[in-house]
């Protein structure tokens, strides 16, 4: 005994040494409650540069495969990843959006500028039958934000009509007129967005009336029950939730809420590169404070700072939950995460309001984390959309006329899709740091989950750039026999993936993994995202 204690410290010391970290970790089957809204894979897709024009809606002339003018070979990529739902149209686009000026003959459509995006000349060529088309080819629901902050109850209440309803009406005879018998039946509806900022600068307390009165006019068509989902804050503003919570949870009926609509984007630090000298007495006037924010050049202090941004939406998540289940015990409101992903500096040589940014390794360090965060509490959070689709901040899609490229980002989505709809497995373990001087991270984080047919799944993010984790796991009341997995990394945490070189950043097979006895041993490599498939 005495010889395996003193074998097993030797082991740590020499792991220590070698700058590896052993983790015990507990799977606990038997406490699984809760299951994983597919929801939580959800996307955004905004009237925003080319994420719709030149992105899913292109030229007539442009030669790829497409149906009407929608591009089908990004359809087939993100059908492939399953996407459950698509946000749309916006974003701060959605208040000062109005429908009617996006149906009927296209020749015949007003324009608008896009005053929140480079005031471009909105055609409104894409409008709700071709957003629905689209959702149709994707095999995706449509999330639906009305316009509260320019538009009116009547606008919307019709918008809803004109959507959901089947019987005799003038918004259904519309809907034929204009091609479309069947109702479209939508359910997911936004009563705003932002409208503590882009959508109003309303408060809380004006907000609440807002939205009793909106929804008081958003009907429930047959077949087409709303799930109503409220603005919610800003990040961590709880004060936002609170007043939402006190004006509307009990609200049952018309003021029902389905969901509050929580935004949080991970930015990278700015102002004074670390390590770089602040400029003498003196010299500082018209000295340009350098960006630590580009997509693409960063350094491993700039990654710390900014790992650390995304991992505080845990416990923004659950400031959020503490107050909504002060007001609803039975966590029967939903917290929808509606825009969350890595914002940095545009693309260099783009229109910056076009918000056109590359994405890295770090991207999809921050994706699979953030996905664990959601999954480790499916309880409340049943919804989340990241921004956006295509073209747009943390895209899963760039495009450069009919090229196409698929981001490190996309292949987080593919990997996880393993826990879609399955059953949510708590995870017991004390992560090992990731330590910058004299700051520390939790290095890894995990998530587990158990599907219909009785297939464990471990999705494990090792944030260290630098050092792997040794992990030996209990799967409590799991009987299993194998264990393979997937792995996605590459070099650096700055590598991407480009026209020049798509594949650079993939998914690869992993072999890290294995068996010993009852339990499960895996090595998780520096700046890595594994999945494990055990059964
Ligand atoms: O996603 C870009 C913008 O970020 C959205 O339009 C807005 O809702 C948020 O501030």
């Given at each position: 005994?005495?010889?395996?204690?003193?074998?097993?410290?030797?082991?740590?010391?020499?792991?220590?040494?070698?700058?590896?970290?052993?983790?015990?970790?507990?799977?606990?089957?038997?406490?699984?409650?809760?299951?994983?809204?597919?929801?939580?894979?959800?996307?955004?897709?905004?009237?925003?540069?080319?994420?719709?024009?030149?992105?899913?809606?292109v030229d007539?002339?442009?030669?790829?495969?497409?149906?009407?003018?929608?591009?089908?070979?990004?359809?087939?990529?993100l059908k492939k990843?399953?996407?459950?739902?698509?946000?749309?149209?916006?974003?701060?686009?959605?208040?000062?959006?109005?429908w009617?000026?996006?149906?009927?003959?296209?020749?015949?459509r007003?324009?608008?500028?896009?005053?929140?995006?480079?005031?471009?000349t909105?055609?409104?060529?894409?409008g709700?039958?071709?957003?629905?088309?689209?959702?149709?080819?994707?095999?995706?629901?449509?999330?639906?934000?009305?316009?509260?902050?320019s538009?009116?109850v009547?606008?919307?209440?019709?918008?809803?009509?004109?959507?959901?309803?089947?019987?005799?009406?003038?918004m259904?005879?519309?809907?034929?007129?204009?091609?479309?018998?069947?109702?479209?039946?939508?359910?997911?509806?936004?009563?705003g967005?932002?409208?503590?900022?882009?959508?109003?600068?309303?408060?809380?307390?004006?907000?609440v009336?807002?939205?009793?009165?909106?929804?008081?006019?958003a009907?429930?068509?047959?077949?087409?029950?709303?799930?109503?989902?409220?603005?919610?804050?800003s990040?961590?503003?709880?004060?936002?939730?609170?007043?939402?919570?006190?004006?509307?949870?009990?609200g049952?009926?018309?003021?029902?809420?389905?969901?509050?609509?929580?935004?949080?984007?991970t930015?990278?630090?700015?102002?004074?590169?670390?390590?770089?000298?602040?400029?003498?007495?003196?010299q500082?006037?018209?000295?340009?404070?350098?960006?630590?924010?580009?997509?693409?050049s960063?350094?491993?202090?700039?990654?710390?700072?900014?790992?650390?941004?995304?991992?505080?939406?845990?416990?923004?998540?659950?400031g959020?939950?503490?107050?909504?289940?002060?007001?609803?015990?039975?966590?029967?409101?939903?917290?929808v995460?509606?825009?969350?992903?890595?914002?940095?500096?545009?693309?260099?040589?783009?229109n910056?309001?076009?918000?056109?940014?590359?994405?890295?390794?770090?991207?999809?360090?921050?994706?699979g984390?953030?996905?664990n965060?959601?999954?480790?509490h499916?309880?409340?959070?049943?919804?989340?959309?990241?921004?956006?689709?295509?073209?747009?901040?943390?895209?899963?899609?760039l495009?450069?006329?009919?090229?196409?490229?698929?981001?490190p980002?996309?292949?987080?989505?593919?990997?996880?899709?393993?826990?879609?709809d399955a059953?949510?497995?708590?995870?017991?373990?004390?992560?090992?740091?990731?330590?910058?001087?004299?700051?520390?991270?939790?290095?890894?984080?995990?998530?587990?989950?158990?599907?219909?047919?009785?297939?464990?799944?471990?999705?494990?993010?090792?944030?260290?750039?630098?050092?792997?984790?040794?992990?030996?796991?209990?799967?409590d009341?799991?009987?299993?026999?194998?264990?393979?997995?997937?792995?996605?990394?590459?070099?650096?945490?700055t590598?991407?993936?480009?026209?020049?070189?798509?594949?650079?950043?993939?998914?690869?097979g992993?072999?890290?993994?294995?068996?010993?006895?009852?339990?499960?041993t895996?090595?998780?490599?520096?700046?890595?995202?594994?999945?494990?498939?055990?059964?």
């Amino acid at each position: 005994m005495k010889k395996i204690s003193l074998l097993l410290s030797i082991l740590a010391l020499t792991l220590c040494a070698s700058g590896q970290s052993q983790v015990t970790l507990v799977v606990d089957a038997g406490a699984s409650k809760h299951q994983i809204s597919r929801h939580i894979y959800g996307h955004f897709s905004e009237h925003l540069g080319r994420c719709i024009y030149d992105g899913y809606w292109v030229d007539p002339a442009m030669q790829v495969p497409k149906q009407d003018r929608i591009r089908l070979d990004i359809v087939d990529a993100l059908k492939k990843i399953k996407i459950p739902n698509l946000r749309w149209p916006g974003g701060c686009f959605a208040d000062e959006y109005h429908w009617r000026d996006g149906i009927g003959p296209r020749e015949q459509r007003p324009t608008m500028i896009n005053t929140n995006w480079g005031n471009v000349t909105e055609d409104n060529s894409f409008g709700t039958h071709e957003f629905l088309l689209l959702c149709e080819l994707l095999d995706t629901e449509p999330f639906i934000i009305g316009n509260v902050g320019s538009g009116t109850v009547e606008e919307m209440s019709r918008w809803i009509e004109y959507l959901n309803f089947d019987g005799v009406s003038p918004m259904t005879n519309l809907r034929k007129e204009n091609g479309r018998d069947e109702p479209w039946r939508v359910t997911y509806w936004g009563v705003g967005n932002e409208n503590w900022g882009c959508g109003g600068n309303m408060t809380p307390e004006y907000y609440v009336t807002q939205y009793r009165q909106y929804s008081s006019f958003a009907k429930n068509y047959p077949g087409a029950p709303l799930r109503k989902i409220a603005c919610g804050a800003s990040g961590a503003n709880y004060q936002w939730t609170e007043v939402l919570m006190q004006g509307l949870a009990a609200g049952g009926g018309r003021g029902a809420m389905w969901g509050i609509d929580l935004h949080y984007y991970t930015r990278p630090p700015r102002g004074r590169i670390p390590g770089q000298g602040v400029p003498p007495q003196g010299q500082q006037q018209g000295v340009q404070i350098p960006s630590q924010a580009s997509a693409t050049s960063f350094t491993e202090e700039t990654y710390f700072a900014t790992l650390r941004n995304a991992l505080r939406l845990e416990e923004i998540i659950e400031g959020h939950d503490a107050v909504m289940t002060k007001y609803d015990s039975l966590k029967r409101i939903a917290l929808v995460v509606g825009e969350w992903g890595i914002w940095t500096d545009p693309e260099p040589g783009t229109n910056p309001r076009f918000l056109y940014q590359q994405n890295s390794l770090r991207d999809a360090i921050i994706a699979g984390s953030t996905l664990n965060i959601f999954n480790n509490h499916c309880d409340r959070v049943r919804m989340a959309q990241l921004a956006q689709t295509i073209n747009v901040l943390q895209a899963l899609v760039l495009t450069e006329g009919p090229k196409m490229i698929l981001t490190p980002t996309y292949h987080v989505f593919d990997m996880f899709k393993a826990h879609h709809d399955a059953m949510m497995l708590p995870v017991k373990f004390t992560s090992p740091d990731y330590v910058i001087g004299d700051q520390r991270l939790p290095a890894l984080n995990v998530s587990a989950s158990k599907d219909s047919l009785g297939v464990v799944h471990m999705t494990l993010v090792n944030i260290d750039p630098n050092n792997p984790v040794n992990l030996s796991a209990t799967l409590d009341q799991v009987k299993w026999s194998s264990v393979k997995g997937q792995i996605l990394t590459s070099a650096r945490i700055t590598d991407i993936n480009t026209f020049d070189n798509p594949s650079n950043v993939r998914i690869t097979g992993y072999d890290g993994a294995g068996k010993k006895g009852n339990l499960l041993t895996a090595v998780i490599p520096a700046k890595s995202i594994v999945l494990l498939e055990i059964k």
